[in-house]
């Protein structure tokens, strides 16, 4: 039989560790508003900060938590689910109406918008075969049943069909970063059809992207240089860096493994044979060949490096990385 003494104590001790762990309940409780308003609606958002709001309240009588941390952890909350609430609501497309038709369509997919598009190439171009995928930043569409509409910046996932082999020299020259004028048809990415099937319309929305853009042959894009101060200006040149580093690799590794090598150092696997990429696979290892927490390493370790060379102290570095 457990002494009322030793009871009291276990019921202290655990007031005590919540109160010296805030950092802990704190992130707990931004993670929890940040879940709630990604996976709930509105309703069930508010519910959900008044359910915590009650617990947080609970443990503030029963002196299991400062009224301090409860009231930081219930901001934490708020804060987070109104973030994600906020970006939410402005995940739009700038044409609405066109995108409600083109998703009630009948079959789905069966209403497509000839258009013309312009904008900047917002991520690297990938080549699958005859299919080059990228993600534009469209500044202005034009239908052909409208007049030119701004759309200051919408991202669109273009995916050009090349016609012929010889097309893939001219693919290669997209670069992130380039200003793209491309006529072809505007959809609606499909949604899933199936219950618990892969809804690629709803993996497309999470990435800020509501429309497809497709192109028949290299000749429907014309490129030319984009701004050059811009954030993907700037990652233009760590594509290039990156590319550098790929060619060397390519120099001293001989055959499969320097394609091995790319894939584990800096994150590329166009080269990676395929027998090797389907072993990993079978292993349950390629998330080693992704882009992961080596690569950042890798990243930083680099980056420090040249810190060094500038006679950074090692407290500074730390600060900036």
């Known amino acids: 039989m457990r002494s009322p003494g030793y009871l009291t104590l276990v019921w202290t001790k655990g007031g005590e560790s919540v109160a010296r762990r805030p ?31 009650t617990l947080l309240l609970a443990l503030t009588l029963m002196r299991q938590a400062p009224w301090q941390l409860a009231a930081a952890c219930f901001a934490a909350f708020a804060l987070a689910a109104g973030q994600r609430m906020w970006a939410d609501a402005r995940n739009v497309t700038g044409l609405p109406a066109e995108l409600v038709a083109a998703q009630e369509a009948v079959p789905m997919g069966s209403l497509k918008y ?18 080059v995928q990228m993600v534009v930043k469209v500044e202005a569409v034009k239908l052909a049943s409208t ?32 200003r793209v004028n491309a006529a072809g ?29 497709s192109a028949d042959g290299a000749a429907a894009l014309t490129t030319s ?28 590794f001989p055959g499969i493994q320097a394609g091995y090598m790319k894939g584990l150092v800096i994150g590329i696997t166009d080269d990676l044979d395929p027998t090797v990429y389907r072993q990993f696979a079978q292993l349950g290892l390629t998330h080693i060949l992704a882009i992961s927490g080596l690569h950042v390493a890798v990243f930083l370790y680099v980056l420090g490096g040249l810190l ?14």
């Open 147 to 178: 007049q030119q509409q701004e759309l200051h910046g919408e991202r669109m996932q273009l995916q050009v069909r090349l016609a012929k082999e010889s097309e893939l020299a001219v693919a290669a020259t997209w670069r992130r970063g380039q």
């Open 308 to 321: 060094r060379l500038l006679r950074m102290t090692r407290e500074r570095m730390l600060l900036l990385l």
């Open 225 to 252: 240089a984009g701004p050059r101060y811009s954030a993907a200006a700037l990652l233009k040149g760590m594509d290039a860096a990156r590319e550098a580093l790929g060619k060397r690799m390519d120099a001293l």
């Open 185 to 213: 048809e505007l959809a609606a990415p499909a949604a899933a059809t199936n219950f618990g099937g892969f809804d690629y319309r709803r993996y497309l929305n999470s990435q800020r992207i509501h429309w497809l853009f």
């Open 23 to 53: 950092l802990v309940w704190f992130t707990v409780c931004w993670v929890l508003g940040s879940s709630a308003a990604a996976g709930l609606a509105s309703p069930g958002t508010y519910l959900a900060g008044a359910a915590v709001f």
């Open 114 to 131: 000839p258009a013309e598009i312009t904008g900047v190439i917002a991520e690297p171009p990938e080549v699958d075969g005859d299919l």
